[in-house]
């Protein structure tokens, strides 16, 4: 498959779940009941799918693609990227955090707080990515640099996750989806 298309493709997929965390706290901030199972789901996704898989592949896969081909490390749009990753694993780290005590005022307005900036963050990252940088790597990159960074996707795929993390990630999107989909 297209590895940018792969990429944008993983990109729905998260969407969805941004979605269905905000409609979580969009409850919480009403005191409506959200089972802490829900919550122990979302930050599972994020930190295997997202995290250590989606963006592993961006990291070493696309990104240092577009480093040997000139991108800098220091600063611009790829720079920015890695950035934002950081900060999505630090909104991830102070939810799974709140999440322990949520039953708390205080815990609960962390996790409400960590997560609002998580859905912000991760939503505009994702346009940024999927209508600028991934764009620019298409024209900068060449075809055998492309083809490479398909075959680089499909060794961390086997390499990042098992295939019991996988069914439950699986499993995990569609049973949140099942049951946040038609709630507003």
């Known amino acids: 498959m297209d590895p940018i298309k792969e990429l944008n493709n993983e990109h729905l997929k998260i969407s ?17 009941y959200i089972p802490k199972a829900d919550m122990e789901d979302i930050l599972y996704f994020s930190r295997l799918f997202t995290d250590k898989l989606h963006h592993t592949k961006e990291e070493d896969g696309l990104f240092a693609e577009m480093f040997q081909a000139g991108y800098s490390k220091e600063k611009g749009p790829v720079a920015m990227m890695l950035l934002e990753h950081y900060s999505g694993h630090h909104c991830v ?15 609960t307005e962390k996790f409400i707080k960590n997560a609002f900036e998580y859905v912000t963050l991760l939503r505009a990252h994702i346009l940024t990515e999927d209508k600028i940088l991934f764009l620019a790597a298409k024209e900068k990159l060449s075809p055998n640099i492309y083809r490479k960074i398909g075959k680089e996707f499909k060794i961390i795929e086997a390499g990042v996750l098992d295939k019991k993390e996988i069914k439950k990630i699986d499993k995990i999107f569609l049973d949140l989806n099942k049951k946040y989909s038609n709630i507003k």
Do not use: C, G, Y
């Open 93 to 107: 780290r102070n939810m799974t955090q709140a999440l322990v005590d949520i039953n708390k005022k205080e815990s």
């Open 16 to 32: 969805k779940i941004l979605d269905i965390l905000e409609i979580m706290v969009q409850k919480m901030e009403k005191n409506i």
